[in-house]
């Protein structure tokens, strides 16, 4: 038996009848009568989620639901539709289930993986908790890409499931760029899930994503993006990274000197990041995602 190793995870994908899975820190051979996640989730539905908006296309869009106001900015590189999906949930009046996902490549291959994606994402939107969902998600992702006999298909993601009524906002990553939270009343910037780790989707399946929650205020607001945004380069070749993110997040908003619509925040920052970049053209596929939590009338 062979400790984990990516040479070792391709040949079993290549095995007949072998579904690659981690257990003990080991990669084994499970059959390919996997218990499908489908089944599993039907029972364990405790949301009732309806998708609002969704889009893997060029989109300027905001939306209000349970609890929170969004803004997104999202824009594919070069073509109409692109590898980052973006989807807004709203489970009945108390929840919000927000979604950003960045599959790798471009063009028509890019946008046939999110497209995927957000199939798989209809079919599992209902599960209690993010852990679960990026897990099941994972799962379902990895054995249609094995099932296809094509090469492995990677993608990164973010999920959040927002409770409005005590203002718990529980997320889980997939190799996603951290998300950024505005604390209104100390008025700083921090970046929210350190420590939390995980594969990005499609690359083995078995594994197990875990989760952080942090309490956001009215007034708060939370970023979410794609690293077509960091990964962004000055012509002096100088990444602007998660830091330069956080920096001009925290210019823009100095600017405003007050209170700011989430539209102005959003478009503010890309204005910002083609500066830094010297051009309003990218070579990656980009989402920007602005959430705050709003004031519910008494």
């Not at 499908?36 to 209000?64: D, T």
């Not at 919000?96 to 994402?121: K, P």
């Not at 990444?239 to 503010?268: M, R």
Request: aromatic content about 8%; proline content about 4%.
């Amino acid at each position: 038996m062979e400790a984990v190793t990516i040479p070792r995870i391709l040949r079993l994908f290549r095995k007949p009848g072998c579904l690659p899975v981690i257990l003990d820190g080991r990669a084994k051979c499970r059959a390919t009568e996997y218990t499908e996640i489908r089944m599993k989730s039907e029972s364990e539905q405790q949301l009732h989620c309806n998708e609002l908006w969704a889009g893997n296309e060029l989109a300027r869009r905001s939306v209000r639901f349970a609890g929170l106001e969004a803004n997104v900015i999202a824009r594919p590189s070069g073509d109409q539709e692109g590898g980052d999906l973006c989807a807004l949930f709203s489970c009945g009046e108390g929840h919000a289930r927000v979604v950003v996902a960045d599959c790798v490549g471009h063009g028509y291959e890019a946008s046939r993986l999110a497209g995927h994606v957000h199939g798989l994402l209809h079919e599992l939107r209902d599960l209690e908790n993010s852990s679960r969902l990026l897990t099941a998600l994972n799962d379902e992702f990895t054995l249609a890409g094995q099932r296809s006999g094509g090469p492995v298909r990677l993608t990164t993601l973010v999920t959040a499931i927002f409770d409005r009524e005590t203002g718990e906002f529980n997320f889980a990553y997939a190799a996603h760029p951290r998300m950024l939270l505005w604390r209104k009343k100390e008025r700083r910037w921090f970046p929210i899930g350190e420590g939390l780790t995980g594969l990005p989707i499609g690359f083995i399946a078995g594994e197990i994503y875990t989760e952080q929650s942090v309490r956001v205020e009215e007034g708060d607001i939370i970023l979410v993006f794609s690293d077509g945004i960091t990964d962004v380069f000055s012509p002096e070749d100088q990444q602007l990274g998660p830091d330069g993110i956080l920096q001009f997040a925290e210019e823009t908003l100095a600017e405003t000197g007050g209170p700011v619509a989430l539209e102005d925040l959003t478009k503010g920052l890309v204005e910002k990041i083609q500066a830094f970049h010297g051009s309003d053209q990218f070579e990656d596929d980009f989402t920007l995602l602005a959430l705050r939590r709003f004031e519910d009338a008494p």
